[in-house]
């Protein structure tokens, strides 16, 4: 359909690879309403019976997933119990070494404690906002206050890393028992839509690139930051964030190989 032939063409332009992409016969491209209040703050509304609701596995998928550095996957993306089947089989083809990134994601019903718990099992990341780790709190007991919750999300699910981000109060990372605690900044925020992500594949970018806890925290901030001072969400990144931050990783540690597939029609 139209949505899905301008996604190809994005991808082009952003000279991604295509060939990830799966084609729906029946489902249109899934789409999602984003209303905006006034401090730039988005509400989704997640439209049903969407291509991608309709993710299947195939040889070729799972032999990419097999070569992969990273994958990044979230809970709303298995919101049908087919693709949900058929992520948890891709994410766990992956290599020992691969970064299996959780990005929870909670938007409206569409998640169980039983999808969030395989993907914890499988993750070796997990990325959530402070509303996503309330959830998760009262979903498995977890204790105290947020750094201990963060803790123990990890030793009870072997995460190499947490990242917790907190709005306008900025965001914290827990790794081995090593601390990273950013304020939030002064950005003029414009809109926040894709923040988060650009936040995880900074992360993702950095912990490929072995750098240390507190740069790739900030790279992973100020790249957001930027995200939210720009219109869209996916706005052209300016080369000094790469100068800055990337110029020391080598293109097989920054690649990052799959994401998710995205069924069009």
Not at 77 to 86: D, F, G, L
Not at 185 to 206: K, W
Request: aromatic share 8%; proline share 5%; hydrophobic share 45%.
């Amino acid at each position: 359909d139209q949505l899905g032939r301008a996604i190809i063409d994005r991808f082009q332009q952003l000279d991604f690879s295509t060939e990830m992409i799966q084609v729906d016969p029946g489902l249109p491209t899934g789409t999602v309403s984003v209303t905006l209040n006034g401090d730039g703050i988005p509400h989704y509304v997640i439209h049903e019976n969407a291509a991608w609701d309709r993710i299947e596995l195939t040889d070729f998928s799972t032999i990419k997933v097999c070569q992969a550095n990273a994958i990044c996957f979230g809970s709303l993306s298995q919101r049908t119990k087919p693709a949900a089947v058929v992520i948890q089989q891709l994410v766990a083809a992956t290599s020992a070494k691969t970064l299996r990134v959780f990005d929870v994601n909670l938007r409206q019903a569409f998640y169980t404690q039983d999808v969030i718990e395989k993907s914890l099992d499988l993750a070796n990341v997990l990325k959530l906002n402070d509303h996503e780790l309330a959830v998760l709190a009262a979903m498995f007991g977890l204790p105290g206050a947020v750094k201990p919750q963060m803790e123990f999300l990890a030793g009870r699910f072997g995460l190499r890393l947490v990242a917790l981000t907190r709005g306008d109060q900025g965001s914290l990372l827990y790794e081995a028992g090593n601390w990273s605690d950013l304020p939030g900044s002064s950005v003029q925020i414009v809109d926040t839509v894709g923040a988060g992500d650009s936040f995880t594949a900074a992360l993702v970018m950095g912990l490929l690139g072995g750098m240390p806890l507190d740069q790739l925290h900030r790279a992973a901030a100020e790249i957001a930051d930027f995200v939210c001072s720009q219109p869209g969400a996916t706005p052209a990144l300016p080369e000094h964030f790469r100068a800055k931050f990337f110029s020391q990783c080598s293109p097989a540690q920054t690649a990052t190989s799959v994401a998710e597939s995205v069924p069009v029609k």
